[in-house]
DNA sequence: ATAAGTGCAAAGAATTTGCAGTTAC
DNA sequence: GTAACTGCAAATTCTTTGCACTTAT
């Protein structure tokens, strides 16, 4: 396993030190790509490479990385956070979650320019937003 | 300060005592209409009118009125649950946080419908949303 | 060499729970 | 009268922090 060429650079521009830990970390996340993992997740599949890692280095690793935007933060109704790799582009917080299996299903983005369109004309300067879909999935849907 | 009758009503129908404390509740969520508030807020108004009041019938009484839907319960990204007079009309989940003065704005509803159709096509059966929009409010933006 | 990072354990914050006493119906 | 509710304090859960030790650059 490899870290993208990507990440690396973002790494070095922020100062960034590449410990055993952070690499080890950054590898769930890429291998996770796509799913919403906690704190506690990565930990779990980061110790198989990293086995005397601690909670509070992934907390430290994940806060860092999210504040570079290599990762995305975000919590749901749960109440944790989640992080997931974030794929630059820019904002794809629109996320459904299956109220019966809890997967995490992505929605394609654009679907809310007309509406952050009339806001700014209201005078709303947007940084970001989240849509939250809870759902049954089409799978879990049908039983 | 008197309870309207429409929660009253509910609160009968779902078998719900009505004490001194959960009547302090639910008046302050009917001041603060429209605000979003944590337990330790709502903790600190209902105690003007009940004093010895405790943080954990306040997350009782909180949880219940969520439950019966008579209040809507939300999570930020602080990491704090937060609760809200809930006005029937469905879905009213769509928010503006101000990132500078920290206030909650509400959004039409409505806005979503097309997406809801789209996905609805693919075979999810959307049961909830949230959209959170993070923003300078208007006044904020102006500074 | 040294500034930054780590692990551990302890502290914090938000929320939940157990239980003996209290209250609305 | 009694089942439901309350307050308190203790327990849980998630996250953060202090500190002595370690490591990447």
């Known amino acids: 396993m490899m870290l993208e060429q990507g990440i690396k650079e973002r790494l070095e ?5 590449l410990t055993q830990q952070r690499k080890a970390v950054l590898e769930v996340m890429q291998n996770k790509r796509g799913e ?11 110790r198989q490479k990293v086995p ?7 907390y430290r690793t994940l806060e860092r990385l999210a504040a570079i935007e290599v990762l995305y933060k975000t919590i749901f109704d749960e109440g ?12 794809q917080h629109l996320h ?4 019966a299996c809890s997967r995490i ?12 369109k ?8 947007i940084v970001n937003h989240q849509l939250k879909i809870y759902a049954y999935c089409p799978e879990c849907s049908r039983k």
């Open 13 to 17: 521009k922020a100062e960034y030190k």
């Open 36 to 46: 919403h993992l906690t704190a506690e997740e990565v930990l779990y599949e980061a």
């Open 52 to 58: 005397h890692l601690g909670i509070a280095t992934v």
């Open 80 to 91: 944790k956070y989640r992080y997931e790799l974030s794929d630059q582009a820019e904002h």
């Open 96 to 99: 459904i979650l299956c109220i």
């Open 105 to 116: 299903f992505e929605v394609e983005e654009g679907l809310l320019d007309s509406l952050e």
């Open 118 to 125: 009339h806001l700014e004309k209201d005078g709303f300067e």
